[in-house]
């Protein structure tokens, strides 16, 4: 079968756009330019399959490069240049490098054929350039025109590149073996030479198989060898050899053939299959050697392997249903067999049981001893032993029913000796009783005490619900006769299907040393059937529950694809993806999704498949998981926390995690160390530093990094931001600006919340009581720039303990609503928002939240006074009730009156003959107790009025005046004096603080 090459996809993400002018490229072939680089692709013509091509790579630059990445790719799993693809360079402005490849197109390629130049930079900027060609009929053409179908209508030529269907996959461990010494591979392999022996440059040996296997099990593998494209036409041994590291009997054992010779052309590849079975756990290598002993070239290839106990018991499955078992035991014909005698020479015989020959028991089956004219076979008597001339006869079993059978066969003892290519007996099948089909024949004389197993397959008449079988004996006119065929045992069988449910619980040990098992939520679990030539079908996929559990759908257990026939072969795959309201992954640098595999279990018995998995502490891949945990456990957090369905804006959260990786760019560590989100190329969101998924650090800091990150990525989906300007060296107590200081108290308060307690970061920063810290530094900076305050004052708001001034008592979900009902760059932007959305003259939550946020020296409070006091007068008989309304002269946005507190100071006030009261309207009332003492006025002194609304207090003094009237009527005048306002700063420690050692911030 030929080879379908499909165009591969090679999409990187542009940094810059710089264009050049490279005036010493020729233009012939592809050429691109951009970000200050030029590439140029020529191909050879014409282009001949089995023929070696000459691709040439020019490449320029404007500025001085280092470390140029130039790369030649195609589609397909064959390399298709020679001797390389791949360079490293150093370039000078305006000076080309030419760089040449061999392109080698074999005999089992047809389709089309995409290659790719790109050259890459270490800072990201790449530039490309392509060549299509079209293999059909074993004629390549370059750049094709589109082709068009029958009715002349144009088919779109292939779009250039197309993504793959199948995204490669990280791998946690570099499987391939060393390179061993020449001499070395000679004598594990067994191979000797007198001359010397050299490395075979050019060549590839190697093997398929999974990265863990069941011990004691046969697993199909496939072993490969490629020609160089340079060395001509030669003989290779290929074989398995015991590796290095064991003495004595290697731990497995090749099933059938470990070695082969073939002669291949340059550039061919020799494919063939193996079945490999381990007998020791562990870690093991299954080496491969190669050896051409007319070149005296050698090199070794092949695959470590984790060898493991099996989890489930394999054996065979479904359901094999017995049709028939006749041993002519008892009296035959019973139901279901019918004789016929179909033969023309007026004599009835056809078939019966008879003691004369018997493979098991004392009776077998004969054609001739039933009928009128039965013969009966007897010991010594060796013309009775015989079968008579002319004989047509059939015994007949059916109908039986194929209707459900996915496999069928029979098998039956046979013993026979008959005149060769005359006389022979017959297997047949029908679909009507009446016309048979041969199945076998069997003829000749093997000895008259020779019993024979034989086995014929029904699979082509399997869903026929009415089928039959005969045994037909012939025998010709000849008078050469022998003793005939004998039949015993036969024994009708059908494989009826049933179906497997795969479930299983997927944990985990935590980072922390103590290896807490945990459950693994989330995962994306799908359930594949493998097949042996290494290819494998994703059947189903599910997500891991809050307990790690998982459960497919029931499957029928049967397979017939035209590479497996028989019970399914099933393993799963669990990925650090989930999928619900939004999408959450743990990728690494490449945005390779991690995954972890079941082992692989063949031919699985029908019921239930139980593939548990736990991830190891020291499982390398292990980050992964406990990354993965935290991303998942923060969504959940907000998913339960947040009332009603979460806002679509929530975005997703992507993270990216690397093994000994803790720079973005490893090359450029100046452009990202440390965890951090990093919304760009090429992590696109969260980078966790490996440093920060050490066990030393344990599993608080880990999840408290996560929380941190998640915290700015879904402020980041739902509001565009992450900081006005560079927030990376930030530190908790230190002011940046105000747009740092809310972005990054944001993402320290969802930590918070996440975790459910006060601290930052194991136990080094308590919010509730942030001032007590042993670490704050003597002046820590304070206010709305400082990212610790902006996250204890959001804390404050949230936490339903009442410390200091903080009285409030929010959910998360007011908390969250104001986060999503407007854009904010700074807190004061996200309280402006808060204060208009709980206005006082609603329920007065304002009053409340104002002090929480002032608790953590963030002063956005508005208590003042307005306008002076007017005048008022009473006739002198009545009291002058609300002389003055003080709430009319009072502003605060954030307080209900009712929520204040007023108060008189009457201490300069002449009580003996005047009275003010404040009554329960926060209204003055006078009253003049002798009237009679003001007939020429006078005054009643002075009143203070104290005001507070929990943080400020601001007081106002002012005058009552008794005017004198011809009436006699005594008027009061009341008039404001310069006012005293008192405001009441947050308290500063009564203790200075150690000055603390600094450390950024993740």
Not at 337 to 350: I, Q
Not at 439 to 459: F, K, M, P, V
Not at 634 to 646: A, H, R, S
Request: hydrophobic share 35%; charged share 20%; net charge negative.
């Amino acid at each position: 079968m030929k080879n379908k090459i499909f165009l591969v996809y090679l999409g990187l993400t542009l940094l810059g756009f710089v264009m050049v002018a490279c005036t010493h490229l020729s233009g012939i072939g592809g050429v691109g330019c951009d970000n200050g680089i030029c590439i140029e692709m020529e191909l050879e013509e014409p282009v001949v399959i089995g023929q070696p091509a000459q691709i040439t790579i020019t490449v320029e630059t404007e500025e001085a490069k280092e470390n140029l990445w130039i790369n030649v790719g195609q589609a397909g799993d064959v390399s298709v240049f020679q001797p390389t693809h791949e360079w490293h360079i150093d370039t000078q402005p305006d000076q080309p490098v030419v760089l040449t490849t061999t392109l080698n197109l074999t005999n089992d390629m047809e389709g089309w054929l995409g290659i790719v130049a790109i050259a890459f930079d270490p800072a990201g900027r790449y530039v490309s350039t392509d060549e299509t060609l079209r293999i059909k009929d074993g004629i390549v053409t370059v750049n094709p025109p589109p082709e068009r179908d029958i009715e002349n209508k144009p088919i779109p030529e292939p779009p250039f590149p197309i993504p793959p269907d199948i995204p490669i996959k990280p791998t946690p461990w570099d499987r391939s073996l060393p390179v061993l010494p020449p001499a070395e591979i000679m004598t594990n392999c067994g191979w000797s030479s007198n001359l010397p022996v050299s490395e075979w440059a050019g060549a590839k040996v190697y093997v398929d198989i999974p990265e863990t296997v069941p011990v004691n099990q046969d697993i199909p593998v496939t072993v490969w060898f490629e020609m160089p494209a340079s060395q001509p036409q030669g003989t290779v041994r290929v074989k398995f050899c015991p590796s290095a590291g064991f003495s004595g009997s290697p731990p497995f054992q090749i099933v059938g053939t470990s070695q082969w010779t073939v002669t291949l052309a340059p550039g061919q590849i020799y494919k063939t299959k193996a079945t490999v079975r381990f007998v020791q756990t562990g870690i093991h290598s299954l080496p491969l050697g190669a050896y051409s002993s007319g070149t005296r070239q050698v090199l070794n290839g092949g695959q470590l392997v984790q060898v493991v106990e099996p989890s489930i018991s394999i054996g065979d499955a479904g359901n094999w249903v017995q049709i028939l078992f006749e041993g002519f035991e008892g009296s035959w014909p019973g139901a279901g067999w019918s004789r016929v005698d179909a033969s023309d020479d007026g004599y009835e015989r056809y078939w019966d049981e008879d003691d004369y020959q018997a493979f098991a028991g004392t009776w077998a089956a004969w054609p001739a001893n039933g009928g009128a004219h039965a013969m009966y076979p007897q010991a010594g008597d060796e013309e009775d032993d015989d079968y008579p001339r002319n004989m047509n006869t059939r015994m007949i079993f059916g109908p039986f029913d194929l209707s459900d059978a996915e496999l069928a066969e029979v098998t039956f003892s046979l013993l026979y000796e008959t005149e060769n290519d005359h006389d022979y007996l017959a297997l047949e099948i029908s679909q009507n009783g009446t016309n048979f089909t041969e199945l076998g024949r069997w003829s000749g004389n093997i000895g008259s005490t020779s019993w024979t197993s034989q086995l014929a397959y029904l699979d082509d008449y399997i869903g026929d619900p009415s089928v039959w079988l005969a045994w037909r004996f012939f025998s010709d006119s000849d008078t050469i006769v022998y003793d005939g065929p004998w039949v015993d045992n036969i024994d009708i069988q059908k494989y009826v299907h049933g179906d497997v449910q795969v479930t299983g619980t997927v944990t985990f040990n935590d980072i922390d040393p103590g290896n807490t098992i945990m459950p693994a939520q989330s995962l994306k679990a799908t359930l594949y059937e493998w097949d042996l030539d290494g290819s494998s079908e994703p059947i189903e996929t599910v997500y891991t529950n809050i307990d790690g559990y998982y459960s497919f759908s029931p499957i029928t257990n049967w397979e017939d694809d035209g590479v497996n026939i028989g019970p399914l072969d099933l393993f799963v795959e669990w990925e650090t993806i989930t999928q619900t309201s939004s999408l959450r992954e743990v990728t690494d640098l490449n945005n390779n999704i991690y995954w972890f595999q079941s082992l692989y279990n063949y031919n699985v018995a029908d019921g239930n498949l139980s593939l548990d998995k736990n991830i190891s502490h020291n499982d390398e891949w292990a980050p992964a998981i406990w990354i993965f945990q935290g991303v998942n456990f923060g969504w959940k957090f907000l998913d339960e926390e947040v009332i009603g369905q979460l806002q679509p804006e929530i975005g997703n959260i992507r993270v990216n995690w690397q093994h000994a990786r803790n720079c973005i760019f490893s090359e450029f560590p100046e452009l990202g160390c440390g965890s951090q989100y990093f919304p760009y190329f090429p992590t696109d969101g969260i980078f966790i530093a490996h440093s920060d998924t050490q066990t030393s650090l344990g599993k608080e800091w880990l999840d408290t990094t996560v929380w941190h990150e998640s915290g700015h990525a879904y402020m980041d989906n739902i509001e565009a931001f992450v900081g006005g300007n560079d927030c990376s060296d930030h530190y908790y107590w230190y002011g940046l600006s105000r747009e740092c200081g809310y972005t990054e108290g944001w993402a320290d308060f969802f930590a918070l919340v996440v975790g459910g307690d006060p601290y930052l970061f194991a136990q080094t920063y308590n919010l509730e009581d942030p001032l007590s810290s042993y670490k704050i530094p003597p002046n820590p900076d304070t206010g709305d720039m400082v990212e610790i305050w902006v996250a204890a004052a959001l804390y404050d708001l949230y936490d339903s303990n009442p410390d200091g001034y903080d009285q409030a008592d929010f959910t998360f979900d007011d908390i969250w609503d104001i986060m999503v009902s407007a854009p904010h760059q700074t807190f004061e932007d996200y309280w402006n928002v808060w204060k208009a959305h709980y206005a006082p003259s609603a329920l007065g939550e304002n009053h409340y939240a104002i002090q929480a946020i002032y608790q953590n020296t963030i002063d956005y409070n508005t208590l003042s006074l307005m306008d002076i006091l007017d005048l008022r007068r009473f006739v002198t008989n009545f009291p002058l009730n609300d002389a003055v309304m003080l709430s009319n002269y009072v502003s605060d946005e954030e307080s209900l009156p009712e929520q204040m507190t007023w108060d008189l100071d009457l201490s300069n006030f002449y009580t003996a003959d005047c009275l003010a009261i404040l009554d329960g309207a926060y209204q003055i009332d006078l009253y003049l107790f002798h009237p009679e003492n003001f007939v020429d006025g006078g005054s009643c002194g002075r009143i203070k009025v104290i005001i507070g609304d929990g943080i400020d207090i601001i007081e106002d003094t002012f005058f009552v005046e008794v005017l004198k009237e011809e009436s006699r009527i005594s008027l009061p005048l009341v008039h404001e004096v310069p006012v005293n306002n008192n405001h009441n700063p947050y308290p500063a420690p009564s203790t200075p603080a150690p000055t603390p050692t600094l450390a950024p911030y993740p």
